[in-house]
């Protein structure tokens, strides 16, 4: 303990003790994220990710935990993810001929019917609406799947749709990739088709299981193929090998999202899910992949209204369930996270504290699936989520139903476009661009110059003062803040205050900052400079964006 002591006391320098430190606590770095047979297979692909969740214990000092948080930094595919900023749900299935939102699993495959199916369309209509990246529900809880697999007949070969022969998955991804649109894949692990057929919770034991597991007739029988020996029971390897066909047959994926539900089966049973068995499968196969909300690398906001705290922190405490599953800490309701009353709070029940970036999920239409007689969300509400996800150091994952036909319905589409116009309208180009900058620590240009990727550094924990000067007086109304993340989340508290004839007027407050945090204020406020004061931060704050706007609403 006196070593860890000895590491954490005081100002936090962002060194390469980290090493030291998991030793200190004699835990072993996860090998699910950092160590996978492909990483030891090709070296120079395998990201060194030493700050990724760093262990707590009981007896840390509360400065100690901060000094750890503080410590904690994103690993280059969470980067990457947060980034992508406005992504795209699409939950099809037999639910959207059904009017189901969970599925039976005894669903008649014929049911599945898009005689239309156009997957340009919702291509065009996404990046028309400023997405990034698109999930599709390959596998929702009934068990039906989108693409032919070989491990189950309940999916897309047993409709007469295409003549057994369609596969929307390939469709979507080549559709995605096309426009532009990187591609995500929701394979439930709740399955009720195969706990009604198959062997979901059927109490086999977790045993190896050589992964994939070759079918009568299989078209992959005398190739080269990479395998994998994995625990799993049954159905965790019935898991592992639909994963395997998605993750190898249809291009690079970004995203993989798992829920955590279990099917509706009776209490006696369960099916304890291979979470560290698939995370290694995914991390080889896909290796930028974000495994997200059941997953190590994104964290579910807490609701499905797509809103997030005000103040949200990306670096949390987290404890592992079942098998490697992370997992809040504290309720994933509660109103804070990540503060050092958080973080305090959640001593004695964490493991780490980890880079968990928080995802905001919300359906356009009260469904997740489409139904005919519900309508989409208004321009107006999807900018106010989009402030409320975006603005507040989150992803927005937006769901857009695709209809019988197999379409986005042309009310939605009209609404994705009208929305990224709106977006655009409310930060429109950045008066702070290239303004004359001055203030403590160094490089303050560097927070005006469009670049996310420079910083100002403020010259030590809590405090600093950026000031901008705009030339002339400017109407302001929207203000646009950004951390250097890739140094991790550290302010605490900052001020944006603007020069008027009273002198410097306090215009808006934060407690976090992070990836991004856009504030709109009541009304237009009109000064030539303007200035933000860092007030809290656990380690040297690195702004890269002050931007300031006037909307055109
Ligand atoms: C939940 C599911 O139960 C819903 O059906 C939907 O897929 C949502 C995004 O996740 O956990």
């Excluded at 519900?374 to 150091?393: A, H, M, Y």
Aim: include cysteine.
């Amino acid at each position: 303990m006196a070593i860890s002591r000895r590491l954490f006391v005081g100002a936090v320098a962002a060194s390469s003790t980290s090493y030291a430190l998991t030793a200190a606590h004699a835990t072993p770095v996860p090998t699910v994220t950092h160590a996978t047979p492909a990483n030891a297979a090709h070296p120079a692909a395998a990201p060194v990710e030493p700050y990724y969740r760093i262990p707590v214990s009981a007896s840390d000092t509360p400065e100690q935990l901060v000094a750890k948080a503080a410590r904690v930094r994103p690993t280059e595919r969470q980067i990457a993810w947060q980034r992508l900023e406005r992504t795209a749900f699409l939950h099809f299935g037999v639910n959207t001929f059904t009017g189901l939102e969970w599925g039976t699993g005894d669903e008649d495959p014929d049911v599945f019917q898009p005689v239309g199916l156009d997957t340009d369309q919702w291509a065009r209509a996404l990046r028309d609406g400023g997405f990034t990246l698109a999930i599709l529900t390959v596998k929702h809880h009934d068990g039906f799947v989108l693409y032919p697999s070989r491990y189950t007949r309940h999916s897309v070969v047993s409709s007469t749709w295409e003549d057994g022969r369609g596969d929307v998955l390939r469709s979507f991804a080549d559709s995605m990739r096309r426009h532009g649109i990187k591609v995500g894949v929701y394979v439930s692990p709740a399955d009720e088709n195969q706990y009604l057929h198959g062997v979901y919770a059927n109490g086999s034991a977790r045993t190896t299981h050589t992964v994939p597991a070759l079918t009568d007739g299989d078209d992959r029988a005398g190739k080269d193929l990479r395998t994998f020996e994995l625990q799993a029971t049954d159905y965790g390897a019935h898991m592992l090998n639909q994963l395997y066909e998605v993750l190898t047959e249809y291009g690079p994926v970004d995203e993989v999202w798992f829920d955590g539900a279990q099917g509706r089966i009776p209490p006696d049973k369960v099916e304890r899910y291979d979470w560290d068995s698939w995370y290694e499968l995914i991390r080889t196969l896909a290796p930028d992949a974000s495994i997200a909300v059941s997953g190590p690398d994104v964290r579910w906001v807490g609701n499905e209204g797509g809103l997030a705290r005000e103040d949200e922190w990306s670096v949390v405490p987290v404890k592992e369930k079942d098998y490697g599953r992370t997992d809040y800490a504290l309720h994933y309701e509660a109103a804070d996270q990540g503060s050092r009353e958080a973080l305090l709070e959640a001593q004695t029940l964490a493991q780490y504290v980890q880079w968990w970036p928080a995802e905001c999920d919300v359906s356009i239409r009260p469904g997740w699936f489409y139904h005919a007689d519900q309508q989409p969300k208004t321009v107006e509400q999807l900018t106010d989520i989009w402030f409320r996800s975006v603005g507040r150091n989150s992803v927005l994952l937006l769901n857009i139903p695709p209809d019988q036909r197999g379409s986005l319905p042309d009310a939605d589409v009209t609404v994705l476009r009208e929305f990224r116009e709106r977006t655009a309208r409310e930060l429109p180009g950045d008066l702070a661009r290239g303004a004359r900058t001055w203030g403590d620590g160094s490089r303050t240009a560097r927070a005006v110059d469009g670049d996310p990727d420079t910083a100002w550094t403020a010259p030590a924990p809590s405090r600093g003062t950026l000031t901008v000067d705009l030339g002339r007086e400017r109407a302001v109304d929207r203000i646009r803040l950004a951390e250097d993340v890739r140094h991790g989340q550290q302010v605490e508290s900052a001020v944006v205050e603007a020069r008027t004839a009273d002198g410097w007027e306090r215009i808006a407050a934060v407690g976090t900052i992070g990836a991004s945090r856009i504030l709109v204020l009541p009304a237009p406020v009109t000064a030539r400079q303007w200035r933000l004061r860092i007030d809290g931060s656990r380690n040297a704050a690195r702004i890269a964006a002050f931007e300031l706007h006037r909307s055109r609403v």
